[in-house]
């Protein structure tokens, strides 16, 4: 529980001086804490009272969110009021009478200053300081400084951290850190060397950006706060909005903010106007404007700094215990505290955070205490004495120096020894070290050392560390930190974060694990696939579809109808294997959540034979750059791979509304459609072939189609006008023949076929070579020119007969003629018919009819044959004779317009008809705005001229006729009256043929109509659409025209392949001789049931050997592909610039470092020489002094000689790579928090424990719990290690020796073979280890004996009774690995420990006491958890046990 206030009186003035040092940006940790609980729903508004008012009170602007904020806070967050008005003997800076509290009689409540209650009672903060509800809170707006606004809240010191969190990510909407960084040092301004400053800055700034961490500072625009303050500030300044904020909060203390009357507000302050005013702001401080949230805590007194340190410790310590879940990876948001400079205060932060855990960044060069620690770190702990920290103190505290006592130099000592006896949580940051811009790396690897010196049972602590490098998306720290020699990953372990990494869209991560092993085979499997698909971001089309089915019925929509679905629909037998629910599933390797997802996948047979489609679909859906990039080119398929993707790309592009998000899709789709046509162009260099076999490969994968289907299904016209592709279809145009053959021959030959059996046309194949064969004749006739340029034949016949039909042999009775043109016309509607239900693909009806209807000439087609047999029904009625010739002849010319679709296949003629198509779409616009103008004169000049004409026929003539052709220069004569003839037209409208007279004056009979108004607006009317429209048509015109003409060839290759495919699939005979054809057709599917089977030129399926083969041969090429890009992207001029550049960057930065190096060593030097130096002066006194007693001097008067230590020793010693000897101390009973209490432990260090050292200033607490069973013995007799700073009995049983036993009972690893596992040449141990109920450690099963007892009570709780004498001759047999005093956290100077360590082995896996001892503890109580632990020095065990592990695998020769 935090302070509720202070009850010493401090006067200002020495608020001054004492500032410095009390007011260093501290964040002491938690000794006790107990307010860790998971945010539980906070207490919600209720009052509808406070709402109206609270809605009165704020702007009708405000939106709902803030409106929950004003009603949430009051009623959560409280501040602190002093309630009684005590007069303190301080006066303030303006000499008026303050509070004990010190705030003035007037700012307290009215009722403070009345005593009836308190009357006579000292001022005491725990009753005269009361909560209630807080009346700041709100935005916060820096007067003067532009738009920085913040956050800001006054909460009671008292306040629960739960609440907190739960202020800053569900109402500040924060998102959750990945890391908390705690910055804390001197609070008031220092100076930094500038290159130091920049460092720092830079490295704070990346780190926080990187892996979205949250920055924590006291707030204040001082010292190390503003340091961090003007860090966010240049980095906003420089970075894109796209790069997001960084979170910098700021705990301060509310009494000592200045200017705080500002931020007052009961209904929230939206914004509050902040002044930020350095120079009048006193012994006060001001709020730094740079950050961007601000936790202001009020223990109701004013000018006193500190206050805010318990509430951010908890603070900090609740949100380090919060769990993340992001991207499927769990993980519990590590904590690390950055120290600059600092004072007394900021020691007393480093020693709480180290000992609860929290790894901690020095940073060397920035003053003061962490200059200290920094030049001390690299001795071994016995080196630092109060002696050496009282020079450092007077060096570097010279100032000051005077204020240390004797015993504050000893605390001092005490707990930098402390300290650096966790070298594993401290690093220290020096600039020569880790070059510039480094502070990220050094703060990582700290949080990374830490986590690797934690104590973890196994594998879990690799797994924590690469989870924390996946969540700061850090892969540089994952390479050089987690993937080394010191740990072998299998690729199953990295299954889940190769999960969290997809979700979370980070590439390099997986690119990372796919260079460790990952295979991506093993790691796709169906259940993956679905927990993948319902993380998928909520944006995508995609999103909410669990069974995976669904999403294949969508990627059909996407790919095209000629696909297959890829994903099997579900039978009704398979529900548990494809509906999973799988929301709850989160990536946390500690739970057994997705890691038993992954285990119980394994053994599962996969469910498709492509998983590199399978993620690089979901990739691509996603828009997914980078990723879909890194898993296409693990994909085997790549050509139809990348065609697929493009498809895929354009179709969600037309269904985005983002147009950025459309334009970046296309782009993506254009260039993995250049990627196909780059593997394809190297394909069809080395082998035609095999490279055209590619394009008519069936795929399995992509829904048994081909790759040329996927390009036209895309629309790509690049691919599809490639060489490669083109010279494929031209060689499918010209079937069997050579392409070489004059188009002239072929006609020649159709004409007199016998020419075929000469050497005028020549075949490709060797079988058809032999003129007499008749092959030739087959071959001939069935190559898709020939079918052309003999339907091309049929259809010019057939357009003559139905011409000459119309205009000359046109007879009430029908003559044979026009019966040919029936006959004809029938075995077109056959053709067309089989063409709606030809279906090679098993596609369906419905699908086949759609595809069918897409097609413009279909429907052209139909649109003939419909107007045909119209126009013949009415013919053959005696009454609709006439109109019947009439609609055949509207059919005529449908018929005619056939003939533009023969013509694609020409080069020149084919652009031009694709130019007439995209025109008459313009031609569809301009007479939309044409119509305004035509009618819009029409009617005007027809209600001018004409008076209620009623005939329609002349109404439309008139407005829309008339007005049309006026465009085109027919002027009607009379709209001026010039040329107005009465004899035109009729007076009253009566005459059928004659339009109505204008009006005209009844006797003359002249026109009375405005003629100067009818001018003016024939002559506006002709402008705008003569001039106007028409040449805007024009333009319109000219557009398409050009934008067509820049991609002639292009177009005109991409549409010639309709035009081969359905030739090359039409049957042989032409109209209408093809009547024959389909008779056959309708004999082999109707009768014979034969299915319809697509040519093998155009779909072919390949041998599983050959196809793998093929594939093979294509991942070869796209390997070169994909090498040959990276080259050009090397050589390309601006990516050459970029890395001219960056290499100049580096080498100016190993310059600089050379010369911190270089003047670092020369440092080093001098002071290895002033020690020689002294050295050789000792050693010339000493021979003086045996020369003058004329003999020699003992052995033991030789001074030592000296030797000169280099610094890479320093760096070993600094790093604590080399192992410190075993103290020769107790350390764990020095421990200055007594374990179980609030007591605190005198400050022993190292060189004043033993009795025999004098210690005058030694005067520790005395501390004794209270014991029912307490046992009473000599209550003088002194620790016999020493002292541990606390007298009495503490929590043990009695003073004096406290017995103990602690049976480690020990077994060889084995393998499943019954092997025995080694570790560097060593065999490993297993160890019984229990776990007892309310402790969160494990320990070896023992412990304290009752007097008369054999065995420890807790040991008799782990076994059953009827095991407890065969378990005491184990211990007999056993080895007596140690007898006596235990370095216990419990000992005191008057009562220790004292225990018996044997060790129980047992060598044989089948000894029958090991079996007996595994099932008895089987039976144990269910609150005791009890395991057989792999024996390692991280085993998370009571230091003092682990001691015990040590020397038990000393004495069996064992791995530790």
Known sequence: MAMRGRSSKVLPSELNKVRPEKGDNTAAYPRKMSDFEVVPNLQQSSSSVCKSRRKAHFPTGSNEKQENLISWIPENIQKKECTYFVESSQTSDSGRIVCKCGYLREQHLEDAAKPPIFLGKEWDPSRHIQEMPTDAFGDIH???????????????????????????????????????????GGAKNFVMKPRLKNIFRQGLVKVAQTTGAWIITGGSHAGVMKQVGEAVRDFM??????????VTIGIAT?????????????????????????????????LDSNHSHFILVDDGTHGRYGVEIPLRTRLEKFISEQTKVKGGVAIKIPIVCVVLEGGPGTLDTIYNAITNGTPCVIVEGSGRVADVISEVANLPVPKITIALIQKKLSVLFHDTFELFTEGKLVEWTKKIQDILRSRQLLTIFREGKYGQQDVDVAILQALLKASRNQDHFGHENWDHQLKLAVAWNRVDIARSEIFTDDHEWKPTDLHPVMAAALISNKPEFVKLFLEQGVRLKE?????????????????????????????????????????????PKPKHTERPRLSIPVPHIKLNVQSSSLRSLYKRSAGRATFTMDPVRDLLIWAVVQNRKELAEIIWAQSQDCMASALACSKILKELAKEEEDTDTTDDMLALAEQYEHKAIGVFTDCYRKDEERAQKLLTRVSEAWGKTTCLQLALEAKNMNFVSHGGVQAFLTKVWWGKMCVDNGLWRVIACMLFFPLLYTSFISFREKRLQPMGCLTRLRAFFTAPVVIFLMNILSYFTFLLLFAYVLMVDFQPLPSWREYLIYFWLFSLVCEETRQLLYDPDGLGVVKMASLY??????????????????????????????????????????????LMHIFTVSKTLGPKIIIVKRMMKDVFFFLFLLAVWVVSFGVAKQAILIHNEERVEWLFRGVVYHSYLTIFGQIPSYIDGVNFNIDQCSPNGTDPYKPKCPETNEDNKKPIFPEWLTVILLCLYLLFTNILLLNLLIAMFNYTFQQVQEHTDQIWKFQRHDLIEEYHGRPPAPPPFILLNHLQILVRRGLLRRPATRHKQLKEKLEKNEEAALLSWEMYLKENYLQHQQCQQKQNTEQKIRDIAQRVDILAELLDLDRVKRTGLVEQRLVSLEEQVHQSAQALRWITRALQDNGFGSSKDVPPVGSSKTSEMKEVQLEGKAEESQPPYHVLARNLLY????????????????WEVDFPLYNPPVYSAEHKDMAVQDPFSPNPMGRTGLRGRGTLHCFGPNHALHPVVTRWRRNSDGSIIRKSLKKMLEVLVAQYPLSDVWALPGGSLEPGETLPLKLKWILRREFWPQFQNLLKQGTEIHKGYLDDPRNTDNAWVETVAVSVHFDNQNDVEMKRLNSFLQGCDPELCIRWQVLDKRIPLHANHKELLRKVSALLGTYY
């Open 1235 to 1250: 374990p179980g209490s609030h007591t605190l432990r005198f400050p022993v260090p190292d060189e004043k424990v033993p």
């Open 142 to 184: 820096f007067a003067g400084l532009g738009q920085k606004m913040g956050k800001y809240v006054r909460v009671s010191s008292d306040t629960p951290p739960r609440v907190i969190y739960h202020l800053m990510t569900q109402h500040w909407g924060l998102d959750a850190p990945n890391l908390l960084i705690s910055v804390t």
């Open 853 to 898: 209807f897409k097609d413009f000439w279909n429907k052209l087609d139909i649109c003939a044959i419909l107007a045909f047999i119209t126009g013949l029904t009415c013919r053959l009625i005696p009454s609709t004779f006439y109109p019947g010739r009439i609609i055949l002849s509207l059919a005529f010319i449908i018929f005619c317009l056939r």
């Open 523 to 567: 790691f796709v499997t169906w259940d993956t696939l679905v927990y993948l698909y319902d993380n998928i971001a909520p944006s995508c089309l995609f999103h909410s579809k669990i069974q995976l089915h669904h999403v294949s019925q969508v990627l059909r929509e996407l790919l095209g109808c000629s696909t297959q679905p890829l994903y």
């Open 254 to 286: 509310w009494g000592t903010v200045y200017n705080r009357e500002s931020l007052i507000c009961p209904m929230g302050g939206f914004p509050a106007e902040y002044v930020l005013d350095e120079e009048n702001q006193g012994s006060l401080s001001c």
């Open 237 to 246: 300044l420089s970075c894109s909005h796209k790069e997001g904020d960084i």
